[in-house]
């Protein structure tokens, strides 16, 4: 949970992937976010990589967002867009996990809608009205081999198959060559307004990046883009 700092561990995760690993268990993950600003969410990022050390949980990778603590409005929505982007970068499958209520209001917006959800709804049906790819129908669930009450939840996508296809498509996307490369003083305020425009942003060696693209004609159409929306 939280930021990137070595006493907000789950001191079972590596002992649990390694356990599911052994058994042929196709596992996924979820970071519980305190994020009060986009730094912070980029921190939760880092320590959900940090943690993975380079896996590809086959069930992908989730951002909690359900805390009363979190900022309200547009600020929650930077957040969860900071954090999937820093993802995805990664060449991670990520989605945001929340409660039905908080779906239908604060995490309501168009931008999150790129992004798959997991909506938790305790109930015999699941009346999220946007699309979603897992329902969490119990917080009572029972398993064999498990003390107590478990959660449990429906998949509607077979995601093992979906990120098993997505590592090609990734890796061909990092080769691409060209990015549009964008100065400026505040590179961390620019990524986020670039963001929220709808490109694939990120950061190399100190320098802020917009798209890859297979030739520079591709580049140059973006640059061009970007400079006439200002």
Same mark, same amino acid.
């Given at each position: 949970y939280g930021s990137d700092i070595d006493s907000q561990d789950d001191v079972l995760f590596a002992n649990n992937? *390694? &356990?599911?690993?052994?058994?042929?268990?196709?596992?996924?993950?979820?970071?519980? +976010?305190?994020?009060?600003?986009?730094?912070?969410? #980029?921190?939760?990022?880092?320590?959900?990589? *940090?943690?993975?050390?380079? #896996? *590809?949980?086959?069930?992908?990778?989730?951002?909690? =967002?359900?805390?009363? +603590?979190?900022?309200?409005?547009?600020?929650? =929505?930077?957040?969860?867009?900071?954090?999937?982007?820093?993802?995805?970068?990664?060449?991670?499958y990520v989605g945001v996990y929340s409660f039905l209520y908080w779906m239908q209001t604060r995490l309501n917006s168009p931008r999150l809608d790129p992004y798959d959800k997991w909506v938790a709804q305790w109930n015999s049906a699941c009346t999220y009205p946007k699309p979603?790819?897992?329902?969490?129908?119990?917080?009572?669930? *029972?398993? +064999?081999? =498990?003390?107590?009450?478990?959660?449990?939840?429906?998949?509607?996508?077979?995601?093992?198959?979906?990120? &098993?296809?997505?590592?090609?498509?990734?890796?061909? &996307?990092?080769?691409?060559p060209y990015s549009v490369i964008i100065s400026g003083s505040d590179l961390n305020s620019l990524k986020d307004q670039i963001s929220k425009k709808g490109y694939f942003t990120f950061m190399s060696n100190g320098k802020l990046c917009v798209g890859k693209f297979a030739t520079v004609a591709e580049a140059n159409k973006t640059a061009a883009d970007l400079k006439r929306k200002g």
């Open positions: 992937v *390694r &356990k599911c690993e052994a058994a042929g268990i196709p596992w996924g993950t979820y970071l519980y +976010s305190y994020a009060q600003n986009t730094d912070m969410a #980029r921190s939760e990022a880092a320590h959900t990589l *940090r943690l993975l050390q380079g #896996r *590809r949980p086959a069930y992908g990778v989730w951002y909690d =967002v359900e805390d009363s +603590s979190l900022p309200a409005g547009e600020a929650l =929505v930077d957040n969860v867009v900071a954090y999937c982007q820093a993802v995805e970068q990664a060449g991670l979603y790819g897992i329902w969490q129908y119990t917080g009572t669930g *029972r398993v +064999s081999g =498990v003390a107590g009450n478990v959660d449990r939840n429906y998949a509607y996508k077979d995601y093992p198959t979906i990120i &098993k296809g997505m590592d090609k498509t990734q890796l061909q &996307k990092q080769q691409l």
